[in-house]
Structures are given as C-alpha cells and as structure tokens.
C-alpha cells in the first residue's frame, strides 16, 4: 500500500523540513514547498492526500492557496498554519475553504493529531454515502452543490459546513458553544455573535423563500434542525 502524500507549504525552511521529518517518521510520503508559486505548481500536477498550509508564504498567501485548492479539489483535506490566533483571521482562512487551523508555536503531537483527524474524516467521508437528504433540501458532498425542492443554492465553504453539521444533527438542539467547537474548532467567546451571525446567513439562504422552515431557535440554548418543522 502507498503511503499517504502530504505537502507542506511554509517559507520558514526549518520549520518545513521538521514537519516533513516527523511526518516521514510516520510513514507520510512529504513533498515542501517554499513559496506559494511552487506550491501552486506542485498542486496542479500531484495527487495529494492532505496540504498543511502556511499563510504568510511568498507569492500566493496561504488564503489564495486555498482558494485555488479548492478550485482543483473541493474535498482535499487542508490544514492552515498561522502565527496569529484572532478570529477574523481564522473566519477568512474557513471561508477560502480550510478545513482545520493550527497556531505556531504548535507541539508536533499536534499536528499529527490534526492531520490523522483530517485524513480519518476525508476517508470517512468518501467511503460513506455522498449525498444528505432533509425535507427536499439535498446536499452532495462531492461536488458542494446543495438544493432545495430542485433549486440550487449558494453557500460560501464555512455555511456549507455549517449546514452539513445540522443535517448530521438533525432534530438535536445544538448550543453555541457546540457549534463553535465543532464547526469553528474554536473555544466559544460570549463576547462574539459571530455564530448568529452565520446561521441567520445560513437561514436566509435555505428557509427564506420556502414554506416549511427548517432552522429554529431555543431561547438560551441554541439551535435546531427539524426534520419535520
């Protein structure tokens, strides 16, 4: 069997070649890339299993990357390194389609944790059933296109995300707090509205314009998906 192929963006040398040491230590197949001109070639013409991506890289930051990642391959997992831990840095790098985000300094254990996740998921993933049903509302896993008693419907990465959450969590009502650790991977900030935020987006583009409303709120505990609404 192959191992699995990894490609690590970082301009940092050092930090590159430790990542790509431990992670052949553990039987990953590592290519480096300096820059985001090399790894936007190495993009375009390998197969990779999973891309650790750093954002400030020279030529194409680590926010283009992904973009164009996505653009080659919506479900190739991708993990983004970061030396600043803010929010509005990690809601742009969910949006341009990361999957996960790791702030330097970070402990390899980790990152190998991260990465493993990652891999388990996309697995999981391709070997299960590709596509969500809810009340006319389907969502393909492959191809991102989500559609609503046939009509198509527009989500940016991070509400497809979120959508795909309640779906799998249909009929369960979801705290702000669960959300955020599992759909932001961030610790949940009672100063922030930024879930509300993105669930009226998501309600707008799903429960808008239809009959039967899909997305309810509980007062002071968050969130439902029903089924049958």
Known sequence: MCPLKILVVEDEKKIAESISQGLTEKQFDVDIALDGLSAKKMIADISYDLIILDINVPFFNGYELCVFIRQQ?????????????????????FDAGTDDYLVKPFDFKELLVRVKALLKRSSHYNADDNVLQVSGLVMNLDSKQVTRNGKEILLTAKEFQLLEYFIRNKNRVLSRADIAIDVWDIDFDTGTNVIDVYVNF?????????????????VGLGYILKENG
């Open 202 to 218: 998501l309600r707008k583009k799903i429960d808008k314009e239809f009959d039967q409303k899909l997305i309810f709120t509980y």
């Open 73 to 93: 391959n919506k479900n190739l997992p991708v993990l983004m390194l970061t030396a600043m831990d803010t929010l509005d840095q990690k809601l742009a790098g």
